[in-house]
């Protein structure tokens, strides 16, 4: 049914089956843990075509992975005095155009700071665009990275410190994948699976406010595994979250709840 609807990438299985796909693709702020925006599209369609939906903004920076490397954005992003940070592809074609010197300050994971020019071809036009690389080594994970960015006056540390921040939409969906998986879908049309998608956005936006409100921690984890068993209990919510070992306990004197066969007397 899926692969009907939602078409994906890729080879087909050696038993000549094919699976549907769908991309979620998100922007989240810095300082919040819910998505601003979510659009999507069959995992057929390029990441970058998301980049048109996005607000120019001088007083913003964007940053996003490498899948959505598209240097006609990057020039209308430099155009409208907007930032981005992303890191460059492996196949990519430049040419260096200037080596900065790094200074003393600079963190030590920083390899090479250059300046660098790549070209956009826009029918039978051709421009240059200039652009900051940035080479990196991450001893925690022992790799290296090179990022692309048009924020020429940030420090070459800033620029590797903004991109870390990007991480926290991946624990955005990591959080979602393992307490709502999506492995079933109750409609067999594009708009259904969407609802369905955009419901469990909605409940884990909605969790995270009770998670924030409540004095008692909880982990996300255990606070979706207890709202999922007492989903048809007539109880208030936070009080039971903050204290819900009595909040359990039935009051038989004050329990003005009717018996399966008794009967309701009208006053008079």
Known sequence: MFKDILKCVGRKATDGKSKGGIKSHSVLNADAKVPSLVWFTPATTHDHEFLDKLTCDEHTVYIFDKGYNDYKAFAHFTEHKTGFVTRIKENANYQITEKKTIPENIHCGVLSDEIIEVEIATGSTKSKLKLRKIKYYDREHKRYFEFISNLVEFRADTIVALYKIRWQIELLFKQIKQNFPLKYFLGDNENAIKIQIYCVL?????????????????????L?????????????????LENHENELKIDDKNNNQLGL???YLAPG
């Not at 979706?224 to 039971?240: D, E, M």
Request: proline share 0%; net charge positive.
């Open 261 to 263: 066969f008794d009967e």
């Open 224 to 240: 979706v595994s207890f709202c999922r068993i007492h989903l048809f209990n007539y109880i208030h919510l936070t009080k039971f």
């Open 202 to 222: 909605i409940v884990n936006l909605l969790l995270g406010v009770v998670k924030k409100s409540v004095k008692r921690k909880w982990s996300f984890s255990n």
